[in-house]
């Protein structure tokens, strides 16, 4: 599971859309990652549990959902504070390398920002 710890939200005003990328700090607390939200999507599809947040000392674990347009996007199961934490992070550097790991069975393309 990976911590997400801020989002880079996209320039288009489609609300289905706002957020094109998440990423987080390396488990080593060396580097950060990030990656876009159509991976993000693939892997939570492949493992419900591949993504998390914070809020305060509990885990919300992030989500597929559809919108009534039939888009799918990212967001956090109901935890009763929030109705979607992702949207609350902060936003994340500009500039990044991509790096491609593989984790598991399939590859996960992350980005690790310089």
Known sequence: MEMISFIQKSKRLDPDHRIEYIGGVGPTLIGAWK??????????????????VGEGSRRVRVIVATSARGNEF?????????????????????????????????PMRKTLIA
């Open 74 to 106: 990212l967001k956090t199961e109901d935890d009763g504070i929030w109705e979607n934490n992702l949207l609350s992070l902060p936003q994340m550097p500009d500039h990044a390398e991509i790096v491609v790991k593989n984790a598991g069975s399939f």
């Open 35 to 52: 990656v876009s939200v159509d991976d993000a999507i693939r892997d939570i599809k492949c493992n419900p549990d591949s993504y998390w």
